[in-house]
């Protein structure tokens, strides 16, 4: 770009810069940017301007392509992510955590393997990115950074739904990294706002999930400790004759049925199909109360 004193302006880390100058460029409005990749530059540029203002970060430019805006932010939280895993390397070995976990309820499968296997956890954090950057850089299904086909945008929930158990995993085994990592990143609360806002195929939080410990696990990676898996999961009020109403995340699993509680994910009820008379739209069935029997 030339200035208007006709000095060329190079947006470019160049060696040697010093750690306070990186990315210290004037900010260039989205319309005159010209190269193939404006939508990953106006992305770090809103990134580096305040990483705290994630709405900003998150609202696309006036008719920016859908997918392309899901791509790119998808491609940015996978870049900044390795650099929690770099951190996590300093303290979660192979033999303390042997298993990816968050809450102790699931144990999370690589699925970077032919066959899915457990993998240590940070095994799995690596796996995961290096698969993740493989398709996010595959000629097949990204040929091109300016549009992009359904069918493979439609990929990118599964790389949303590994992704986030890495900072599951962080946050409840290396809490003090997690935190360090966070609150100068924000990384977290944008991949949270993100998917809420944003939306990926076959993945969703509840806007009340946040936290990771409130994070709604689902895909066909995890082992269900006890004999069921779930399928689908809700965030539902539960109407009790007993108790007044109450929320509960509510899943449609393989083998029956499974309430939790949404603060910290334990178990309140199960109950098997065959105990199961019938489902019914409720007497406020127009917003979406169902009777169970
Ligand atoms: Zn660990
Ligand atoms: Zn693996």
């Not at 069918?151 to 949303?160: D, E, P, T």
């Not at 195929?201 to 999930?209: G, K, P, V």
Request: charged share 20%; glycine share 6%; with cysteine.
């Amino acid at each position: 770009m030339k200035m208007a004193d006709g000095v060329t302006m190079l947006r470019r880390n160049r060696p040697g810069t010093k750690a306070a100058d990186f990315c210290r460029w004037p900010d260039q409005p989205f319309e005159e940017m010209e190269s193939t990749l404006v939508v990953q530059q106006y992305i770090q540029q809103q990134i580096c301007h305040d990483p705290m203002n994630v709405t900003q970060i998150l609202t696309p430019p006036e008719s920016q392509d859908e997918g392309v805006w899901k791509y790119e932010h998808l491609r940015q939280f996978c870049l900044e992510l390795n650099g929690l895993a770099v951190r996590l390397q300093a303290e979660c070995h192979p033999e303390a955590c042997t298993q990816m976990t968050a809450t102790e309820q699931w144990i999370f499968l690589c699925a970077a393997h032919k066959t899915p296997k457990e993998c240590p956890a940070i095994d799995y954090t690596r796996h995961t990115l290096d698969g993740a950057a493989c398709l996010l850089n595959s000629n097949k299904y990204f040929p091109s950074r300016v549009s992009i086909k359904d069918s493979s945008v439609a990929k990118l929930g599964s790389v949303c739904r590994r992704v986030y158990r890495i900072f599951s995993h962080a946050y409840f085994h290396h809490r003090a990294i997690f935190d360090e990592f966070e609150n100068t990143t924000y990384l977290c609360r944008r991949f949270t706002s993100f998917v809420i806002k944003v939306g990926c195929a076959d993945f969703t939080l509840n806007s009340s999930c946040f936290r990771p410990d409130r994070a709604i696990h689902g895909g066909s990676e995890m082992i269900p400790v006890k004999d069921n898996e779930d399928e689908s999961c809700f965030l539902v009020t539960k109407h009790s004759p007993w108790r007044g109403k109450y929320k509960r995340i509510f899943s449609i699993g393989t083998a029956g049925v499974t309430t939790y509680n949404p603060t910290n994910m334990e178990i309140t009820n199960r109950w098997p199909y065959s105990d199961f008379m019938g489902a019914l739209p409720g007497p406020n069935a127009n917003h979406g109360q169902v009777s169970l029997a």
